[in-house]
């Protein structure tokens, strides 16, 4: 894209975020699968030790930093949207216990992915400093009980894809 720009006056920006989470995940994403294996009575799966820490960032807030960014941000540049969320895929399983009324240690650890990546991190400094922007999420837990109602709230959106998932999920030994 930066090529385009610089070679044919493309009028752009680029954007790069971190972890989205919130309503209408599909179901296949971390946070929303966990939610609903708790949601219909199971226990979360992590992989590994839960070491991996991913930088979380609401939905809302990125759809938010990517309008301002279209209407406010400079032709050619990058911005990094993050939210400050750098939780380990533990800390998260544990929070979405806790909130769902379950003890937080109520999960199985499976075999860890190969090549999984340790670390997603983003350093949203210049859309702040630049463009003003802050997340209305800045509360991990916010978010995530927000999301979780959600999902409480529109099982009719995603259970159809449920039982597909799992059985995907189940066939390639996950």
């Known amino acids: 894209m930066r090529a385009w720009v610089r070679s044919f006056g493309v009028l752009a920006t680029i954007s790069n975020c971190s972890n989205n989470y919130g309503p209408y995940q599909h179901i296949e994403k971390f946070i929303p699968r966990q939610i609903t294996n708790i949601l219909d009575g199971g226990r979360p799966r992590l992989y590994g030790a839960g070491a991996n820490v991913r930088d979380w960032i609401h939905v809302d807030d ?3 930093a990517v309008l ?3 209407q406010e941000g ?7 949207i993050g939210a400050d969320g750098e939780k380990s895929n533990k800390d998260v399983v544990e929070t979405i216990l806790g ?8 999960y199985d650890h499976v075999t860890d992915r190969i090549g999984h ?3 997603y991190a983003i350093d949203s400094t210049k ?7 802050q997340p209305m999420y800045s509360n991990f837990e916010a978010g995530l009980t927000q999301t979780i109602d959600w999902y409480r709230t529109n099982e009719a959106w995603w259970r159809p894809q449920k039982a597909a ?4 999920y189940a066939q390639q030994g996950h």
């Open 62 to 64: 990125h759809s938010a």
């Open 68 to 70: 301002l960014i279209t």
């Open 74 to 80: 400079k032709i050619g540049e990058t911005y990094l």
């Open 99 to 106: 909130l769902l009324g379950r003890p937080r240690d109520s």
């Open 117 to 119: 990546d340790l670390r």
């Open 127 to 133: 859309l702040r400093s630049e463009l003003g922007w």
């Open 165 to 168: 998932t799992e059985a995907k």
